[in-house]
């Protein structure tokens, strides 16, 4: 039987919160937030993490917010009829976060729904959808990512985004793992690699332009 073609997910665009606010700022930078969705944080691994990491992100989006730089937000969704599941999912014959369930949601707290949101169905948030130029129409150049988890859907976005030929900076408190020896571990890898830099809160402080405590 022939391969099914796979269709390509469809990504979604809302107003930018801020956007163009302040262009001398804002041009060149966008805050990427990668599944943040309820599936992922069913995982025992992830759960303690969810509280600090609605925090977490909603305190870097309004850092961007304030800075006027763009914010995007992509999520993990599948379809129930198979088409977009993955091998492991596949032999498993286990699928996860169908699309209009409440797996595929957000995680509720966060202040997010005034961004460009984007759905994928595999690791990397380049691969198959229009991300990269949906980037390069809005200007940017650098991306600040920030999600779960570390050593696979935030490390995965950050090495395909080399292969862009976008800058990325890994924001420390707003990336959560289900094993932070080992995510951490992958994430300094790509930095080593790829150029790529690690960024505490102070630091995304100054480079957003915000100066917030």
Partial sequence: MADQQQPTPTDHQQPVSGSGAH????????????????????????QDNRELMVLESNRLAAMARAGGHEIVVVSTVHDRRRSTWTLKMLEDDQGFNFAGTEQASLLDGLELDAAVHVEKTRD??????????????????????????????????????????FDVVYAREAIASSDSERGWRVVDESCESYRQTVLDRPDLERLLGTGQD
């Fill in 23 to 46: 262009p001398d700022k804002g041009t060149g930078i966008a805050v990427v937030f990668i599944d943040l969705q309820k599936g992922f944080f069913e995982d025992p691994a992830l």
């Fill in 124 to 165: 990397s948030a380049f691969h198959g959808t229009s991300l990269a130029q949906r980037l390069r129409t809005m200007g940017v150049q650098r991306l600040v990512l920030a999600g779960v988890t570390a050593e696979s859907c935030v490390s995965a976005t950050g090495r395909d985004a080399f292969s862009h030929d």
